[in-house]
């Protein structure tokens, strides 16, 4: 299976912030990653398909970048209602693997 | 729209069978693929499998023979089983939608409508 380290597990950081985090594959996924934001009590949310597409609706403060096995996400100005946890997902081959989850808390 | 629901029961004991329910509205499950993904306490992810528009599964190689995705057409649903279950599938399920997107550089599928999700413990 591929394995997608995500890092960091977590951040504190302050309305306004710019925040970014990785995810890196141990093998060539392509650009087939895509980017989650799930908040407490609720189902995830597609934000960034294909390492670097944004999805419908999505704010374009939410970005995402990469190729090959390092994929990054950025919020360039973070806001309240960006609390969540993200995980990245790789669909580039079976079993489809998520990372670990990068829990966003307010500093 | 289209809109998915987990139904099933809460509490599953050691050794038997978890049976889930995804009930679709707004979108025929005859089109796309409807997948299985689940959330263990402590927020790890794990795919579990989908069933496509013709009724062909995948299924993740880690839950071998336990796992099966049925689906009922003329309902509208698909169905998630899991034999002989432990507390270390205690976790939240979730159906979602794979679905297709048309890009220049070719077809790219991702999980786009997800259910609430439902937790279910496995428990004596």
């Known amino acids: 299976d591929i394995v997608m380290t995500q890092s960091p597990t977590s951040m504190s950081i302050s309305v306004g912030d710019r925040v970014t985090m990785n995810c890196k594959a141990s093998q060539n996924v392509g650009s087939n990653v895509d980017w989650y934001q799930q908040k407490t009590g609720q189902s995830p949310k597609l934000l960034i398909y294909k390492a670097s597409n944004r999805y419908t609706g999505v704010p374009d403060r939410f970005t995402g970048s990469g190729s090959g096995t390092d994929f990054t996400f950025t919020i360039s100005n973070m806001q309240a209602e960006d609390l969540a946890v993200y995980y990245c997902?790789?669909?580039?081959?079976?079993?489809?693997?998520f990372g670990s989850g990068t829990k966003l808390e307010i500093k | 729209e289209v809109q998915l629901q987990e139904s099933g029961p809460g509490l599953v004991k050691p050794s038997q069978s978890l049976s889930l329910t995804c009930s679709v509205t707004?979108?025929?499950?005859?089109?796309?693929?409807w997948g299985w993904i689940r959330k263990f306490p402590g927020n790890k992810m794990e795919w579990m499998g989908y069933i496509s528009y013709s009724g062909s599964t995948s299924y993740n190689p880690s839950l071998k023979s336990r796992i099966s995705i049925t689906r009922d057409t003329s309902k509208n649903q698909f169905f998630l089983q899991l034999n002989s279950v432990t507390t270390e599938d205690t976790a939240t399920y979730y159906c979602?939608?794979?679905?297709?997107?048309?890009?220049?550089?070719?077809?790219?599928?991702?999980?786009?409508?997800w259910g609430p999700g439902t937790m279910v413990t496995v428990s004596s």
């Open positions: 979602a939608r794979y679905g297709e997107i048309v890009m220049p550089t070719g077809d790219y599928w991702y999980f786009d409508f």
């Open positions: 997902m790789q669909s580039n081959s079976y079993p489809f693997t």
């Open positions: 707004g979108y025929s499950i005859t089109s796309n693929y």
